[in-house]
């Protein structure tokens, strides 16, 4: 636990700005609801009272969302409520009471209020909170069950300064909770509309130029247009990630049957979707040799040996495992060597002007070296000339993927591809 910032009882910081701002930077640098928890332990030691508190307006009550009222805990504490209509609150927003009341028995509206006489309530600063519309969210509070005659306009600027600070801070959740709130319904309307659609993108044999598989990709018809990668982050942090690969996997392995039976269909999951073990489901009855688990993600995967079992699960059956990026870095030659792939990916920043670099040449040429040594296919990615494709060919990279040989396409061309060379054949006869 944080220790609280407690003003020094030789300076008064509403005399001395120095003081103030110190303790107000020092505040300011605390993280999270730290902050708002030190600005109420500020101002309630430095005001002498009992009780501090940040209440936030929900309907009809008040509820306490930061306290400081050590050995008061039963006037209020976190998440309790009170009605509106029974506390000081509207009666200060509308300036019937003021937000500096040092003796309550001064002010005839707080003696007919119950509350007064039942805490006793005998002295009181508030200030209210507001968002950043301008509506109020709630108040910044101090009360003692002793009048405080000495309490002056001073005392009140050191509330509201420290309010501020309260304020940001609350603002900022706010802001992070409407965003949270708006991905979830963006991500939960695209889940249930099913407002996406899968292309089709070609993975060649890179002497033959025929596809040999095709890796289905997400595109989310929302405008204006996101990266997909853009919606899967945002479903990643409304814990919705899964639920929506899941959509995107089983939409993308509806075309298996009009697609050849030689031809092979690759898909994108996380490890987290891996681990869950949802694949099975999504996989069964369907021809498992012709589909491969394309791992997708740069994130550390905490438990590799609850992944590798999920993944044993699906091996069994006929699943392959492609492992993408390799060459791009530790992370994804990591997932080499702990998985072990069917399939190693060579990503696009070792693959392009390869025929230009001999770096990339030489990284390469080892990568397929180690796929010959595991047993594991290769597949360069982010072919965009025929200058690269011929380098990786003579490197003896069977497979191919990219632009200069096929642009993610709808169903229909993918189909087209085969259709073309049915055609050709029979011309030739």
């Known amino acids: 636990m944080t220790a609280p910032i407690a003003p020094d009882p030789s300076i008064d910081p509403a005399t001395d700005p120095a003081a103030l701002l110190s303790s107000a930077l020092q505040i300011k640098s605390r993280s999270g609801d730290e902050t708002i928890d030190a600005a109420l332990d500020f101002v309630r030691t430095h005001l002498g009272m009992e009780v501090a508190y940040l209440s936030e307006f929900v309907g009809d009550d008040l509820i306490f969302r930061a306290v400081s009222a050590p050995g008061f805990e039963e006037m209020a504490h976190v998440g309790g409520s009170m009605p509106l209509d029974q506390v000081y609150c509207r009666h200060i927003l509308a300036g019937r009471l003021p937000e500096l009341i040092p003796d309550t028995a001064d002010e005839p509206l707080c003696l007919d209020l119950p509350l007064t006489t039942a805490i006793p309530i005998k002295s009181h600063v508030s200030v209210p909170i507001r968002r950043r519309d301008g509506s109020p969210y709630g108040m910044f509070c101090c009360l003692s069950r002793t009048a405080k005659p000495d309490l002056t306009e001073r005392d009140l600027d050191v509330m509201r300064a420290f309010a501020g600070l309260s304020a940001e801070h609350v603002n900022d959740k706010i802001a992070s909770r409407v965003a949270h709130d708006s991905a979830y319904d963006a ?19 890179a002497a033959a130029r025929t596809p040999k598989g095709f890796e289905a990709l997400c595109r989310f018809r929302a405008e204006p247009y996101r990266p997909p990668n853009q919606w899967f ?16 996997i089983k939409a993308a392995l509806s075309a298996l049957p009009s697609l050849p039976a030689h031809v092979y269909l690759s898909v994108n999951a996380s490890p987290a979707t891996v681990a869950s073990g949802r694949l099975v489901s999504a996989f069964a009855g369907l021809p498992a040799e012709r589909i491969v688990l394309e791992m997708t993600e740069h994130a550390m995967v905490e438990d590799y040996d609850h992944l590798l079992r999920e993944l044993d699960k699906l091996r069994f059956r006929g699943v392959r495992l492609a492992i993408d990026d390799a060459g791009a870095g530790y992370s994804g030659l990591q997932h080499i060597v702990r998985l072990h ?3 190693i990916k060579l990503d696009m920043s070792l693959t392009s002007s390869i025929d230009g670099d001999i770096v990339r040449r030489s990284l390469a040429a080892a990568l397929v070296r180690f796929a010959v040594e595991i047993d594991a296919a290769i597949v360069a990615e982010g ?12 490197l003896g990279v069977p497979l191919a993927q990219g632009y200069f040989l096929g642009r993610p396409a709808d169903l229909d061309a993918a189909k087209a591809w085969f259709l073309r060379r049915d055609l050709t054949k029979q011309n030739a006869m």
């Open 341 to 343: 792939p069917d399939i």
């Open 233 to 248: 982050d945002d479903a990643q942090k409304v814990g919705l990630h899964i639920e929506l690969e899941l959509s995107a």
């Open 383 to 394: 072919i965009e000339t025929e200058a690269e494709l011929d380098t990786l060919h003579a």
């Open 187 to 205: 991500i939960t309307a695209i889940l249930q509309e099913k407002a996406f659609d899968i292309v089709y993108q070609p993975i060649m044999d």
